[in-house]
């Protein structure tokens, strides 16, 4: 029974993170009705940037949680400026093409970000230092870290702070309005374009807080890192409902639990021929699963209705 608690917090602490990324993969999908397929890259800058900068700082004598809090803003503004350069760049021109063609650029975005950084980080996985506290908390049995506890804590705050922001706020409003007809919202004194790189930003600061707390959480990075969670993250996001904030969190979290749960218990169901590297079964027989029962997703798909 240790076990399976253990694999519970183990897998909502992966869950958050898959979540962290899927919110960012909704809101641009709710606004343009794009899959941004870079943006699992983008959470490998932001923990490349990070652990760049954390090793500047290795010798200045600063407490790690200072050095993490450095490191994590000089990520966001990486990846916000990076995020918004590919919106201009890459999707912008191509915003009333064909949907398959700003779907090919962003497959081709995620490729050229892989090679730039294989480039500039050079391919090795480097390990990621361990800056706050590692002594495990003890629940009674199962056992969380410091660095899994910020994880959780982080998910709970964002969602709130987004859920505010896209309901409470003038530029929720202009959001809601732009993904219901740009055109229109033009004519009411809402500029889409400012809206929708306000959207890539917000989803590359979500995206540079998950690649700092995976690399936090694993201890290593490398250029190919953000790939798996990008899909998994993109997963999640279908299948808790995309364009619905709650949604990516959900299936975020549930997809982390099941992967959690599979890969503690896959050895004993399949009788040892399948190991714990064959979680990711779970993950996507789950997906498949529901987009069979349910198309749109746990929660439906809330795309606003195009005039």
Same mark, same amino acid.
């Given at each position: 029974m240790e076990t399976f608690f253990q694999q519970i917090i183990n897998g909502l602490v992966l869950? *958050?993170?898959?979540?962290?990324?899927?919110?960012?993969?909704?809101?641009?999908?709710?606004?343009?009705?794009?899959?941004?397929?870079?943006?699992?890259?983008?959470?490998?800058?932001?923990? @490349?940037?990070?652990?760049? $900068? %954390? *090793?500047?700082?290795?010798?200045?004598?600063?407490?790690?949680?200072?050095?993490?809090?450095?490191?994590?803003?000089?990520?966001?503004?990486?990846?916000?400026?990076?995020?918004?350069?590919?919106?201009? $760049?890459?999707?912008?021109?191509?915003?009333?093409?064909?949907?398959?063609?700003?779907?090919?650029?962003?497959?081709?975005? *995620?490729?050229? @970000?892989?090679?730039?950084?294989?480039?500039?980080?050079?391919?090795?996985?480097?390990?990621?230092?361990?800056? @706050?506290?590692?002594?495990?908390?003890?629940?009674?049995?199962? %056992?969380?870290?410091?660095?899994?506890?910020?994880?959780?804590?982080?998910?709970?705050?964002?969602?709130?702070?987004?859920?505010?922001?896209?309901?409470?706020?003038?530029?929720?409003?202009?959001?809601?309005?732009?993904?219901e007809n740009p055109r229109v919202a033009a004519l009411m004194g809402v500029r889409p374009d400012m809206v929708i790189s306000a959207t890539f930003i917000i989803g590359a600061a979500l995206a540079a807080v998950a690649g700092v707390m995976w690399a936090s959480n694993y201890g290593t990075v490398q250029h190919s890192m953000g790939f798996l969670p990008g899909l998994k993250a993109f997963t999640a996001a279908v299948l808790g409902g995309i364009g619905n904030l709650g949604g990516a969190v959900l299936g975020g979290v549930l997809l982390g639990l099941v992967e959690a749960i599979g890969a503690g218990y896959l050895g004993d169901l399949t009788g040892g021929v399948l190991g714990s590297h064959y979680a990711d079964i779970f993950a996507f027989a789950l997906l498949i699963l529901v987009l069979t029962l349910r198309p749109s997703g746990l929660l439906g798909e809330r795309v606003a209705d195009r005039a």
């Open positions: 869950g *958050s993170m898959y979540a962290l990324v899927a919110l960012g993969y909704t809101m641009v999908y709710g606004i343009i009705n794009l899959i941004n397929f870079a943006h699992g890259e983008v959470l490998m800058v932001g923990a @490349l940037t990070s652990w760049t $900068v %954390v *090793s500047i700082l290795a010798d200045s004598g600063m407490p790690g949680w200072l050095m993490m809090l450095i490191s994590l803003m000089c990520a966001i503004v990486v990846c916000a400026v990076l995020n918004f350069t590919i919106e201009k $760049v890459a999707y912008r021109p191509l915003r009333n093409a064909p949907r398959l063609a700003p779907l090919i650029t962003a497959m081709g975005m *995620s490729l050229l @970000l892989q090679t730039l950084a294989m480039i500039i980080w050079k391919p090795n996985p480097k390990p990621y230092p361990i800056l @706050l506290p590692n002594e495990p908390i003890d629940l009674g049995g199962p %056992v969380i870290s410091v660095v899994q506890c910020l994880i959780l804590g982080l998910t709970v705050v964002i969602l709130a702070a987004l859920m505010y922001l896209v309901n409470r706020t003038k530029l929720g409003r202009a959001m809601r309005a732009t993904a």
